[in-house]
């Protein structure tokens, strides 16, 4: 559980709606059903006619790292590698080929098996960058994804805070049908402006960062699977794979 999205949500709430009631106002005042239709469904939309629908599914499936990131645990892997590169030594690569049966990562249980086939390390380089490389880039697009509606979501507000007073100006002789124009005026341009600076962009970045922290783990098992496959002794590779540690 990432505890500083948590936090950052919930300072969030507290800091819109508290200093809304410290300058007097009230919680209902920032409710508003047609200001939040024209915001969501407008950055929606805008979102759904830029993305191709692949693309959009992923983001929908990594949103949960926002709150429980993958766990990529650097120390761990440097551990798992050192093991791989003890049990080769001891019983030769085909002795990894057991552990790569019960691997459940399909990126390692992939080395392995290149590994026990007995493919060169330039080979083995080759073929994992590809996949390092092919799901970085995937997982980066699902991420921009949150990041455009962080760039519709402002405009879309602007264009409700239109509407509003568009309805304001057409009713200027009803006095009654004024206040709630001018609520969507107002209140739509806060729905998009903080949707994108509270939501959306942080989403975004949060979620790149991630991404690029999982493309490090994998880097840091491709260099530890090709030091195998050259054979180097198993403390020699504890020591250059520490160099991934922060």
């Known amino acids: 559980m990432d505890i500083l ?7 969030a709430f507290v800091a819109i709606i508290g200093g809304n009631y410290l300058e007097g106002g009230h919680l209902g005042a920032l409710l508003n059903g047609p200001a939040a239709i024209i915001v969501i469904g407008g950055t929606l939309g805008a979102s759904f006619i830029q993305t191709p629908l692949p693309i959009f599914k992923r983001a929908l ?3 949960r790292w926002i709150f429980v990131p993958p766990q990529q645990r650097l120390q761990e892997g440097i551990a798992r590698i050192i093991e791989w590169s003890t049990t080769a ?6 002795g990894l080929e057991s552990l790569a049966d019960l691997e459940p990562d399909p990126f390692v249980r992939k080395g392995l098996h290149l590994l026990v086939d007995g493919n060169e390390p330039e080979a083995l380089r080759s073929i994992l960058e590809v996949d390092i490389i092919t799901q970085e880039s995937r997982d980066l697009m699902a991420a921009k994804v949150y990041e455009s509606m962080g760039g519709y979501s402002p405009t879309i507000g602007i264009i409700g805070a239109v509407m509003g007073l568009i309805h304001v100006m057409g009713n200027l002789a009803d006095p009654s049908a004024l206040g709630s124009g ?5 209140v739509a341009t806060i729905y998009g402006v903080a949707l994108a600076n509270l939501f959306l962009l942080p989403v975004a970045n949060k979620l790149k960062a991630v991404v690029m922290q999982q493309s490090r783990y994998r880097e840091m098992l491709l260099e530890g699977l090709l030091s195998i ?5 198993p403390r020699a590779i504890e020591m250059k794979l520490e160099g991934f540690l922060e």
Do not use: D, M, Q, Y
């Open 89 to 94: 030594r001891k019983e030769g690569l085909l």
């Open 5 to 11: 999205s948590i936090i950052g949500v919930i300072l």
């Open 229 to 233: 496959a050259e054979g180097e002794n």
């Open 182 to 186: 001018i609520a969507v005026a107002f």
């Open 61 to 63: 499936t990594i949103a």
